[in-house]
């Protein structure tokens, strides 16, 4: 069974920063890309940041002057710092990765279950 678990959403007022966690666990063989959405209310989940490889990084162009992916590949976690937050970066972010499972030769797309991030006076 693999699980991606997100933490490190919150409240914060406009111009702050927050840092997002996700964090793969289970049997899990190997991790291709690993990726943030965000959903914001009403909308649909959109991309928001990808981490293939240290050389194969995106982040959207609306954010990529404010947000961060890295990755620490040995603990099959995903960061997304998140700085001079705007009231519109107010969503639900999702961890999304690709998984190969211990015993398995595909990989699979899992999701974590979201945090919340409210960006706001």
């Known amino acids: 069974q693999v699980q991606l678990v997100e933490s490190g959403g919150g409240s914060v007022q406009p111009g702050g920063s927050l840092r997002l966690s996700c964090v793969g666990s289970?049997?899990?063989?190997?991790?291709?890309?690993m990726s943030w959405y965000g959903q914001a209310p009403g909308k649909e989940r959109e991309l928001v940041a990808s981490?293939?490889?240290?050389?194969?990084?995106s982040v959207t162009d609306s954010v990529k002057d404010r947000f961060t992916i890295s990755r620490d590949a040995d603990k099959n976690t995903v960061f997304l710092q998140m700085n001079s937050l705007k009231p519109e970066d107010t969503a639900v972010y999702y961890c999304?990765?690709?998984?190969?499972?211990?015993?398995?030769?595909?990989?699979?797309?899992?999701w974590g279950q979201g945090t919340q991030v409210t960006v706001s006076s």
């Open positions: 999304y990765a690709q998984v190969r499972a211990s015993g398995t030769h595909n990989f699979r797309a899992y």
């Open positions: 981490h293939v490889s240290d050389l194969r990084i």
């Open positions: 289970g049997s899990i063989s190997s991790i291709a890309t």
